[in-house]
Nanobody
Framework: QVQLVESGGGLVQAGGSLRLSCAASGSRFSINAMAWYRQAAGKQRELVASIASGGSTNYADSVKGRFTISRDNAKNTVYLQMNSLKPEDTAVYYC????????WGQGTQVTVSS
């Protein structure tokens, strides 16, 4: 069974930084594409950033230049470094693993205060 566990969320002031982690188990992690999504209250879930098995990355326009996705295959972990946080970044952040099947983590809350 594939399991994804996110951590690193919390409360931070605008302009601050957080680093989210997602640890995967039960998968050949190194061959899987990974992504971070977020869902704000009352809104649809949206793609924030993705990283392919080879390391190529893509970002939503709203976070370009502020967020960085990376992976450590030896630790079966994907990270999201979030800098210059804004109140509109407030959301539950979810980790996703793509193989022939899709798996989601439980989510971690990020709250940015003004």
């Amino acid at each position: 069974q594939v399991q994804l566990v996110e951590s690193g969320g919390g409360l931070v002031q605008a302009g601050g930084s957080l680093r989210l982690s997602c640890a995967a188990s039960g998968s050949r992690f190194s061959i899987n594409a990974m992504a971070w999504y977020r869902q704000a209250a009352g809104k649809q879930r949206e793609l924030v950033a993705s990283i392919a098995s080879g390391g190529s990355t893509n970002y939503a326009d709203s976070v370009k230049g502020r967020f960085t996705i990376s992976r450590d295959n030896a630790k079966n972990t994907v990270y999201l470094q979030m800098n210059s946080l804004k109140p509109e970044d407030t959301a539950v952040y979810y980790c996703k693993l793509d193989s022939p099947w899709t798996y989601w983590g439980q989510g971690t809350q990020v709250t940015v205060s003004s």
